[in-house]
């Protein structure tokens, strides 16, 4: 693995991964503790749209995905708080519109065929600098806000009705939850794909949450945890030549049941 970091896209990869961990730990751990799962999954796949968009348009994919994943978050955010028992039919519905009219664009494009695998899976051997001046920032933001208004978040993820009463501005932290996590989802999308980037946003909060005993030791074990994925799913993709983005998945998930393990010992000793 050391010799490939002479190469600039193995360094741009392994920057990129850790960078996007940190957004991970942090917005996966609001994302879990607000059970907004599913609707990150919406998200994610709205977010094509935006891509075929940006080809059929001529501009940057990951600013048209940054631009429908925003959008989309908007209105599924609108929905659950106006009627949460439709919010899951909106939100599916959104989900196959986004991927289907990314497609049609992407088939109307005139004298360009895309690897549609990049954007399904992942791409991260494939990011360039400049992109990393683009998450970089985000990261930044995304810290910033979250040590802002950490308390609220807390609040928020934990007591919403409680949070309400004593002033705290429940609904402008949703949609800037909400914001915040379509552009993390844009970003992991360019390291994991839209397809398996709800798997590297939720695994390591959900491990983390159950070693820890607050939303900010739980945000750092789960970015620690990610780095640890993607940067063992990145050296395994290396070394047997395999697709970097679904390695990673993959490393994620055999963590996730290896740390089930104590779990099924327990339950196994109380005659479960």
């Known amino acids: 693995m050391w010799e ?8 741009n990869a392994l920057l990129a991964g850790l960078l996007v961990s940190i957004s991970c730990g942090i917005i996966g751990s609001l994302v879990v503790v607000n059970r907004i799962v599913f609707m990150s999954g919406g998200i994610a796949h709205a977010a094509f749209g935006g891509v075929g968009l940006g080809f059929f348009c001529g501009f940057s994919p990951f600013l048209g ?12 955010g609108a929905v659950s708080l106006k009627n949460k028992h439709r919010s899951d039919t909106i939100i599916g519905v959104l989900w196959a519109i986004g991927m289907a009219l990314g497609i049609i664009l992407i088939d109307l494009t005139p ?9 399904l899976f992942g791409s991260i051997l494939a990011v360039p600098a400049a992109d990393l001046w683009l998450m970089l920032p985000l990261d930044g933001f995304i810290l910033l806000v979250v040590l802002l208004f950490y308390k609220e978040f807390v609040a928020l993820s934990y007591d919403e009705q409680f949070a309400f009463v004593v002033g705290v501005p429940v609904k402008t932290l949703y949609f800037l939850l909400l914001g915040m996590t379509a552009l993390s989802i844009v970003m992991i999308i360019r390291v994991v794909g839209l397809i398996l980037v709800i798997a590297l946003l939720t695994i390591p909060p959900f491990i983390a949450e159950k070693y820890t005993r607050s939303l900010s030791q739980m945000m750092v074990l789960a970015s620690l945890l990610s780095i640890c994925f993607t ?4 050296w395994l993709s290396y070394a047997f030549d395999l697709t970097s983005g679904a390695t990673i998945i993959l490393v994620a998930g055999v963590g996730f049941f290896f740390f089930q393990i104590p779990d099924f010992i327990r339950s196994k000793g109380k005659g479960y």
Do not use: K, T
């Not at 004298?111 to 954007?119: I, K, P, Q």
């Open 111 to 119: 004298g360009y065929h895309v690897d549609l695998m990049s954007y």
């Open 231 to 234: 940067l063992s799913g990145l």
């Open 4 to 11: 490939a970091l002479q190469y600039d896209f193995m360094r």
């Open 65 to 76: 995905a940054a631009i429908f994943a925003s959008g989309a978050s908007l209105i599924m």
